[in-house]
């Protein structure tokens, strides 16, 4: 972890971040989508990282490069299992595996959206 602090407003631009993430999520809980779908194809996640790249160089050597990195890395894993889960669904016998790893997915989204969020409010990097 570095010891530069970060810039003024990128905290709360962190947190914004989490809260768009988290946001698209909880449509997934409340709605009919599940919870990886609405994460990734939500106009609030999508905006988070547009924000995580276009922001990214400005926290460069801070402990929020880390979350940064949770958060991107959180939004592109997600993407790759739930194109796996689409290519299982394709075939009948997949069916029920790719419905488990989209639920599956969308409680990891979840574990990491809280896991991040509560790192950032101890002002500590997510590892």
Do not use: C, K
Request: overall charge positive; glycine content about 8%; hydrophobic content about 55%.
């Amino acid at each position: 972890m570095s010891t530069t602090s970060p810039p003024e407003g990128a905290v709360r631009l962190t947190h914004l971040i989490y809260g768009l993430h988290a946001f698209s999520a909880l449509m997934g809980v409340i709605s009919s989508a599940a919870i990886v779908t609405a994460f990734l194809t939500g106009w609030p996640s999508i905006l988070a990282v547009i924000l995580n790249y276009a922001r990214r160089g400005e926290v460069r050597g801070t402990y929020l490069e880390s979350h940064f990195t949770w958060q991107i890395r959180t939004f592109w894993w997600a993407f790759l299992w739930l194109v796996i889960a689409i290519v299982l669904a394709v075939t009948v016998i997949g069916i029920p595996l790719a419905f488990l790893v989209v639920v599956v997915t969308g409680v990891w989204v979840l574990y990491r959206i809280i896991r991040g969020w509560l790192a950032l409010n101890d002002g500590r990097p997510i590892t």
